[in-house]
């Protein structure tokens, strides 16, 4: 199975208006409506800019690799590990 991921550069432009904003930005759609892919297209485009890959952090909570922050608690102290203090 090949994935094809179709480019959403209207997607990509308007979330790099909230780039640098101390706003929580949050993506909503119905299920397998696209969401994660455009996370994936925006975290292409900051490396792109020169963001450095280790300020990028990318969850799939699907995945049984993050399988261990399927509570709030969990979570917030996994990811709080990803992140460079």
Do not use: C, D, W
């Amino acid at each position: 199975m090949s994935t094809n991921i179709i480019s959403r550069p209207v997607y990509i432009e308007q979330l790099k208006n909230f780039i640098n904003k101390p706003q929580v930005k949050i993506i909503t759609g119905i299920r397998r409506s696209g969401k994660s892919t455009v996370l994936s297209l925006l975290r292409a485009e900051l490396l792109n800019m020169g963001i450095n890959e280790e300020q990028v952090i990318q969850v799939n909570f699907e995945s049984f690799a993050f399988s261990e922050l399927s509570t709030p608690t969990n979570r917030r102290s996994g990811i709080s590990s990803f992140v460079k203090h």
